[in-house]
């Protein structure tokens, strides 16, 4: 059942009464039908750019991609995209579809659409119209390019990672003329821009069945992502895991948090895992260093995927820290949390979860203590105790009362004293703080 906001159907029944046909259509259609939550609607319509701007002139409205057809309108709270039926050019830039022309046809506009789930048009009056067959194609959960995959992939070659990003999404799988031609054009995701391959990357890391795409497909994402390759059947020689290396990285990308941080972080921890390993003379395979090495491979990764600012650090971060063991314990936990900030420490323990489960499940005891931190870290939260040098009860003006002198002198007893209270060997009291400053600077 599909059922529209009554602002898309507003602007379904103001394109109708001036003379052009309107639909709802692609991802908002596919989800409907599978029952899943909508995030936004697109609407396609027979008018042209200019057109629909005449339909839409008393409302708030965006040229957000005219040369594309595609006008924004606001007739509530959220905007709707229109666009006109078109037929895309060649994207030769892999970015843009270098021209498109308008077109009145709506099986045209079809068939420039990548998949046949995607390719659905929905307006109450007219119901579904289905030109390629995908509302067959979601019942049998697979995806099927519309028309002849190897043209359609070689006019834009990020079809190739959409394909795989629709079957972790919904955990379809790929119709095999569509899987084939997807394999054997896989080397044009090579001209695809950073941009557009980050994107669909970080929904196929987010999907449910993110674990087959992973192993399966590995040698298509190597394409631009070549330092999974070595991953692959790669023996571990260890007692704590039962995978090899590649398939331990997918569950763990399974097991985490739909994030970016975290996803990427799961995705590249043991990426310098091959470079760093080594056999005892028990036979037992070693990784050591391995966590820096990763750290070193990722950064090269995530500037070539332009993933840049805060989640490249934290990405950084939490690949540099997941192999680090710490015991849960309270001081342990809150010198954690201060270092790494509570946000990033949570974040830490859901991708060392997600590494635990991706390994032996002899092992799998250890999770009790992961939880237990998670527990310390809520109570921490929950109590606001002190964890950073802003919530410390004195500040460099009561050490300066004390007659400290100013600069390094203040900042390096306060950083003792803030140790001291998260260690918890000093409470967070003022003139038990003062106390300790006056006995450091007489010491
Ligand atoms: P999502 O839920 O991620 O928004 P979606 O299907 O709406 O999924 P979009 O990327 O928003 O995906 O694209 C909207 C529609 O435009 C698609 O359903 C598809 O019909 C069409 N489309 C998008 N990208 C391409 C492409 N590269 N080639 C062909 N058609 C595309
Ligand atoms: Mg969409």
């Not at 330092?227 to 590649?246: A, R, S, T």
């Not at 950064?299 to 840049?308: G, H, N, P």
């Not at 300066?400 to 900042?411: I, N, P, R, T």
């Amino acid at each position: 059942m599909i059922v529209l906001p009554e602002e898309v159907k507003t602007a379904l029944d103001r394109l109708n009464a001036s003379g052009f046909e309107a639909y709802a259509v692609g991802g908002c259609v596919r989800d409907s039908l599978l029952s899943l939550p909508v995030r936004d609607y697109d609407i396609s319509t027979s008018a042209l750019p200019e057109e629909t701007k005449a339909v839409f002139s008393d409302c708030r409205l965006v040229e957000t991609g005219i040369r594309h057809g595609t006008v924004t309108v606001w007739l509530g709270e959220s905007p709707l995209e229109i666009t006109s039926y078109r037929v895309d050019g060649l994207y030769s830039d892999g970015r843009r579809p270098d021209s498109v022309s308008f077109t009145r046809s709506l099986r045209e506009d079809a068939a420039r659409r990548d998949f046949t789930v995607n390719a659905m048009y929905y307006a109450p009056k007219e119901g579904l119209i289905d030109p390629f067959g995908g509302q067959e194609d979601l019942n049998k959960r697979i995806i099927r390019a519309v028309g002849e995959p190897i043209k359609r992939f070689h006019e834009d070659g990020l079809r190739i990672l959409r394909a795989l990003r629709f079957s972790s999404v919904y955990g379809f799988a790929i119709e095999s003329e569509t899987e084939s031609a997807l394999r054997e054009s896989k080397e044009l995701l090579q001209s695809i821009s950073a941009e557009r391959l980050q994107a669909e990357l970080l929904k196929l890391l987010g999907g449910k069945d993110v674990r087959r795409v992973l192993t399966s497909y590995a040698d298509v994402l190597a394409v631009f992502l070549p330092e999974l390759l070595p991953l692959h059947g790669f023996d571990q020689k260890n007692k704590y895991h039962i995978h090899d290396v590649l398939t331990h990285t997918a569950v763990v990308v399974e097991n985490v948090e739909n994030k970016p941080s975290l996803l990427l972080a799961a995705l590249f921890h043991d990426i310098g895992k091959p470079a760093c390993f080594s056999v005892d003379k028990k036979g037992f395979g070693h990784f050591y260093g391995h966590a820096e090495a990763s750290v070193a491979i990722a950064e090269k990764l995530l500037d070539r995927l332009k993933i840049s600012g805060a989640v490249r650090q934290e990405v950084l971060t939490l690949i540099r820290c997941h192999d680090i063991r710490f015991p849960a314990q309270r001081k342990t936990v809150k010198k954690w949390m201060a270092k790494l900030t509570p946000a990033l420490f949570f974040d830490l323990i859901k991708l060392k979860k997600g590494d635990l489960l991706g390994q032996s499940p002899a092992y799998i005891g250890e999770m009790a203590e992961l939880n237990r931190m998670e527990e310390l870290a809520s109570d921490v939260l929950a109590k606001q105790e002190c964890l950073s040098l802003s919530s410390l009860a004195i500040n460099g003006s009561d050490l300066l009362s004390l007659g400290f002198s100013q600069g390094k002198e203040v900042g390096s007893t306060l950083n003792q004293l803030l140790e001291r209270v998260l260690d918890g060997s000093l409470p967070n009291e003022k003139d038990d703080l003062l106390r300790e400053a006056e006995s450091l600077r007489r010491r």
